[in-house]
């Protein structure tokens, strides 16, 4: 069975600070690997998806990496700004033939201070 | 395009009685899967729908049911209900591109049951 792990469970930092969000995985055969953030009370926002043959995604400030072998992805957020706090969850999907179903971490509690 | 729709947004019942929820998908999405949100079990698959028929289905009691009609639309039913079912309620819906899926989520339906 699939266990998604999100490290560090919060984490608070003043504003212009470059930041690592880590995501572990306990079942390596994924198909691919998306991060997530979620404001309060709202739906999720897609930021990065990361097929399995892939090493790294970007978008603007936003950088995420993946390390199958070891089960392991990083989400690297650069310049940290108060608009970026948030809920940054990160989601496996197991397979290409297992339809959508994504399998999700706990999520990481970011407040970035202005 | 218009994104995920989800109607309620909000709803309160009470223990026993019956609920049903509605989401769109983002036109031309074939696949809606449903996911159920609280502080102490984070985000956990409900099933999904492909073509109106269950895809997948994760570990939840058959109180819990949904269909998907000829449009894509889905709804979800909860029957009888329990204190434990309050939670946020997501739908996502995606499309294979042939390359990739990335899902879509809606903004949900939060479900207090007193």
């Known amino acids: 069975k699939q266990e998604v792990t999100q490290i560090p469970a919060a984490l608070s930092v003043p504003e212009g600070e470059n930041l690592v969000l880590n995501c572990s995985f306990t079942?390596?055969?994924?198909?691919?690997l998306q991060w997530f953030r979620q404001d309060p009370g709202k739906g999720l926002t897609s930021l990065l998806l990361?097929?399995?043959?892939?090493r790294e995604q970007t978008s603007g400030r936003l950088n995420a990496s993946l390390d199958k072998s070891s089960g392991r992805s990083t989400l690297y957020i650069a310049a940290s700004q108060p608009g970026d706090s948030a809920t940054y969850l990160c989601?496996?999907?197991?397979?290409?033939?297992?339809?959508?179903?994504?399998?999700f971490g706990e999520g990481t509690q970011l407040t970035v201070n202005p | 395009k218009a994104g995920v729709t989800q109607t309620p947004r909000y709803l309160i019942k009470t223990r026993g009685q019956q609920v049903t929820l509605s989401c769109s998908p983002i036109?031309?999405?074939?696949?809606v899967s449903w996911y159920q949100q609280t502080p102490g079990q984070g985000l956990q698959f409900l099933f999904e729908?492909?073509?109106?028929?269950?895809?997948n289905k994760g570990n939840f009691p058959g109180r819990f049911s949904g269909r998907q009609f000829s449009n894509s639309r889905s709804e979800m039913n909860v029957s009888t209900l329990e204190l434990g079912d309050s939670a946020l309620y997501l739908c996502?819906?995606?499309?294979?591109?042939?390359?990739?899926?990335?899902?879509?989520f809606g903004p949900g339906t939060r479900l207090l049951v007193l």
């Open positions: 989601a496996v999907k197991r397979g290409e033939t297992s339809g959508s179903r994504l399998t």
């Open positions: 036109s031309g999405h074939r696949s």
């Open positions: 079942d390596s055969a994924i198909y691919n």
């Open positions: 990361i097929q399995s043959s892939q």
């Open positions: 729908y492909f073509s109106e028929t269950q895809r």
């Open positions: 996502a819906s995606s499309s294979w591109t042939g390359v990739q899926e990335t899902q879509y």
